[in-house]
């Protein structure tokens, strides 16, 4: 593949929501290229209403004209796009809902994260209120 046809991932310029969308692109050994948000107003003010997105939201993936939102849509894109429908169970039901299950445990548990570590509250207050009220050790203890 040529660097012009590298895929684009598209996010803030932190880890997050995009990470899982780019080491799944390294472990299907697909070439892609960062575009990173710094500014708001580069993504909010430009690129999310010129892109041409049918639901414009960080982080995206565009492969040629394919343009796509949504960290899980882009992961179930990149695995049919590198042909590896195994990861994604192939044509056993059982494993594909497993992986399903599996990518809405992680989903949760990184929602709570966020939470935690967005806050601008004392952090370490915070945390302890997580595990003790069994927020984020209930997620773990699965």
């Not at 598209?10 to 969308?21: E, I, T, V």
């Not at 935690?116 to 004392?122: I, M």
């Amino acid at each position: 593949m040529e660097n012009s046809e590298k895929l684009v991932v598209g996010y803030w310029n932190m880890r997050g929501r995009a990470g899982l969308d780019r080491t799944m692109l390294a472990f299907c050994e697909l070439p892609f290229t960062n575009k990173i948000y710094t500014n708001p107003v580069d993504w909010f003010g430009k690129d999310k209403q010129e892109i041409g997105f049918d639901f414009p939201n960080l982080p995206y993936l565009i492969d040629g004209d394919n343009k796509i939102t949504e960290a899980k849509a882009i992961v179930k894109y990149i695995a049919l796009r590198a042909n590896r429908r195994d990861l994604l169970g192939g044509n056993d039901d059982k494993k594909y809902i497993e992986i399903e299950v599996a990518f809405h445990v992680i989903d949760d548990l990184q929602n709570e994260i966020i939470k935690l570590v967005s806050t601008k509250g004392d952090f370490q207050a915070d945390k302890e209120q997580a595990f003790a009220k069994g927020t984020l050790k209930n997620k773990l203890d699965a």
